[in-house]
């Protein structure tokens, strides 16, 4: 009887390699598959945040850092019907370019002519911090850098003494300065604040309104800014803020009733 051997057969090392090497590939995308259904994904580098973080502040300063991400790409979407950029009637006889701030309803208004106008909504000096008076857009910068004037780092002496321009910083996305004053209307790195009376005089705005008025408004633009006590109300404005008429201010350059030289 003829007897039947089982046949031992080995694999050459390099055999073991090759079939070690090809396990291998096929086994990447098995643990990616299985890495992002137990909801882990890939590092890969984000971005830097084209809008700025609405970081927790005070009156006057946020403690936020530049280059912290973004909580939301629409800052504008996060505010109250009334406070959302919108086109309305305006019959004050400012001519185009001009702008209006209502200090009382913060607000500002673009004037557009042919009696319409641009409203924002605006955050505005708190209480002791607001004035009133006419002046002019003396300079325009994009993402600008902080230095607090003197005054307000006596009031807040924890506050730094230089900020460079970037989502951390309180001046937001664009500023445009008014006259030789320390006054300026600018961006915001806390959203939160449009509406209310928070800050130290500056006029505040979300970034991205902020950002479309710089593209409109030129150097040497007229900015009349209205007494807290005399709000006004533009036909067809805002029903829900029944206030006295404004009264006109005086023709000309107006001197400014400041009660302090500290801004933002």
């Known amino acids: 009887m003829t007897k039947v051997s089982p046949v031992r057969r080995r694999f050459s090392p390099r055999a073991a390699t090759a079939f ?83 200090t009382g309803n913060t607000y500002l208004y673009y004037v557009l002519g042919n009696g319409r106008a641009i409203r924002y909504g605006v955050g505005v000096g708190r209480e002791g911090f607001t004035w009133s008076g006419v002046q002019s857009v003396s300079r325009k910068a ?25 989502p951390g910083n309180p001046l937001g996305a664009r500023a445009m300065y008014l006259g030789s004053s320390e006054y300026r209307i600018h961006g915001t790195n806390d959203p939160t604040t449009i509406g209310k009376f928070v800050s130290s005089g500056c006029i505040r705005m979300t970034n991205e309104d902020v950002s479309d008025l710089f593209s409109r408004v030129n150097i040497g633009a007229r900015v009349v800014v209205l007494p807290k006590s005399v709000p006004l109300m533009a036909r067809g404005g805002d029903p829900m803020r029944k206030r006295p008429a404004a009264a006109t201010l005086p023709s000309g350059r107006q001197a400014l009733n400041i009660s302090t030289s500290a801004v933002n």
């Open 20 to 102: 070690a090497f090809a396990a291998a590939l096929l086994a990447v995308p098995f643990a990616s598959a299985s890495a992002q259904t137990l909801g882990y994904v890939p590092m890969l580098p984000q971005p830097y945040p084209l809008q700025p973080q609405a970081y927790q502040q005070g009156p006057s300063y946020s403690h936020g850092y530049v280059g912290e991400p973004a909580q939301t790409a629409d800052e504008d979407a996060q505010l109250p019907d009334r406070l959302r950029k919108q086109v309305v009637s305006f019959d004050r006889g400012e001519p185009a370019g001009t702008i209006v701030i209502d």
């Open 142 to 166: 994009e993402w600008p850098d902080w230095h607090p004037p003197a005054e307000m780092i006596a009031r807040q002496p924890y506050l730094p003494r230089f900020v460079a321009g970037g």
